[in-house]
Each structure stands twice: as structure tokens, then as C-alpha cells.
């Protein structure tokens, strides 16, 4: 079946215009994750949406950075007034439902490269 | 609290020869260990999971994995590289259930001819 995917691959932008990051998780994974990727490091958690519960936020790093889910689909990550240090790959995981030993598996996106000039 | 520490940056062995990736983890639970790979340009993509089932994990590709409580280890082997194992990989740990996992600092694997 279709993975996740994320939209648009790749995204140039100007420092100070807003971006949004599209993800379409894998059908009927009811919970989803947002991850940045820095060039040569891990991936930094940012935020995870749980089926109608209130979203953990803990990984936005600041107040420009805020996620919407349309129930258990499509999310989207805006970036808004983009600075530099923003450049980096933003990675979508999903995961399914709790059946035993999958719960935490996530499967990842292909994720979005964005370039802040 | 939990993170996990990749103790090599870089690691390069010859096709054919050993491939032994190490990580170390500390977690206040008993954690789930993962080992992801990332190829240049594609996605993460799952090797291998733990999960308390079995210390002895084979993943993907011919890859496996050992965990060590007493070492609070979890290194990946493979017994003969191959040139497409040449990828980042990253050593994840999670507090279990649907929580955010967390992401070791990767390890580049360079497979010589």
C-alpha cells in the first residue's frame, strides 16, 4: 500500500515569508509526527498528533512554528516569518493503531527539504 | 529522560568484511530500540526492532542487532558488507507506546570495493 508522503519535496523561500509543509499519513495510522532534520545530525521531535486528543507540542522550538491535523489525515506544518536556521528536512512519521508490538513503530515520509535564503 | 549515543560518526569497512555500528542508550524504563536507515535522498527506513521479545534481533538486509541491559547497548552487525549498505543509520529509542522517538546523531557507513 502508499506510504506516507509529504508535499513539496523541496522548498525555497525567502527569510521572513511563511511556508506550509503538507504530510498524508498511511491509512488508518491514527497517530502522527512531525521531525526536523538539521543537515549531518538526528531528527529533533517537534509535534505529535493523537486521534482527537490535545496534539504534544514540546518539540515546537518557538511560537513561529505551529501544526494542524484534519482528523486522522492530512497534517500541516506552517513555519511562519521563516529565518535561517529553519533550513533543514521536516520529516512526517505515522503510526497505527495500538495493536501489540506495533505501537511504536513509526513509519517515515520522505520528508521536505526547505532552504530559508 | 532517554537518549542514545552512536558512537561513530564515520565508520568505512571494505565489501565483504564486517559491518559492527555501535550505540549505547539510557532510559528509565525498559525502552523500545530501533535501527533506522537513511539513504542519500530517500526516506527512513525501518532495519530492525526491540521490544523485549528476544535480545537477539535480525532486521533487514542481513542485518542484526543484540541488546545488552547490562551494557545498555543495542550495536547492529552484519557479517559481510555489501556496497548498498553504504546509508546513514540512526539508533532510535522510545519510551514505548505512541510517544516521540528519540533519534541517536547517525552513523555514515562507507562500503569500499
Redesign the interface.
Given at each position: 500500500g502508499a506510504g506516507v508522503s509529504q508535499s513539496p519535496s523541496n522548498k525555497v523561500t525567502e527569510k521572513g515569508k511563511d511556508v506550509e509543509l503538507r504530510c498524508d499519513p498511511i491509512s488508518g495510522h491514527t497517530a502522527l509526527y512531525w521531525y526536523r532534520q538539521r543537515l549531518g545530525q538526528g531528527l529533533e521531535f517537534l509535534i505529535y498528533f493523537q486521534g482527537n486528543s490535545a496534539p504534544d507540542k514540546s518539540g515546537l522550538p518557538s511560537d513561529r512554528f505551529s501544526a494542524e491535523r484534519t482528523g486522522e489525515s492530512v497534517s500541516t506544518l506552517t513555519i511562519q516569518r521563516t529565518q535561517q536556521e529553519d533550513s533543514a528536512v521536516y520529516l512526517c512519521a505515522s503510526s497505527p493503531p495500538p495493536l501489540a508490538g506495533l505501537t511504536d513503530t513509526q513509519y517515515f515520509g520522505p520528508g521536505t527539504r526547505l532552504t530559508v535564503l | 529522560a532517554q537518549s542514545v549515543t552512536q558512537l561513530d560518526s564515520h565508520v568505512s569497512v571494505s565489501e565483504g568484511t564486517p559491518v559492527l555500528l555501535r550505540c549505547n542508550y539510557s532510559s528509565s524504563y525498559s525502552p523500545?530500540l530501533?535501527w533506522?536507515v537513511q539513504h542519500p535522498n530517500?526516506?527512513?527506513?525501518?532495519l530492525l526492532?526491540y521490544?523485549s521479545?528476544a535480545t537477539l534481533v535480525k532486521g533487514i538486509n542481513g542485518f542484526e542487532a543484540e541488546f545488552k541491559k547490562s551494557e545498555t547497548s543495542f550495536h547492529l552487525t552484519k557479517p559481510s558488507a555489501h556496497m548498498s549498505d553504504a546509508a546513514e543509520y540512526?539508533c532510535v529509542v522510545?519510551m514505548?507506546?505512541?510517544?516521540?522517538?528519540?533519534?541517536?546523531?547517525?552513523t555514515r557507513l562507507q562500503v569500499q570495493p
Open positions: - | 523500545s530501533f533506522y530517500k526516506g527512513l527506513q525501518l526492532k521490544t521479545a540512526f522510545s514505548g507506546g505512541r510517544r516521540a522517538l528519540t533519534f541517536g546523531s547517525g
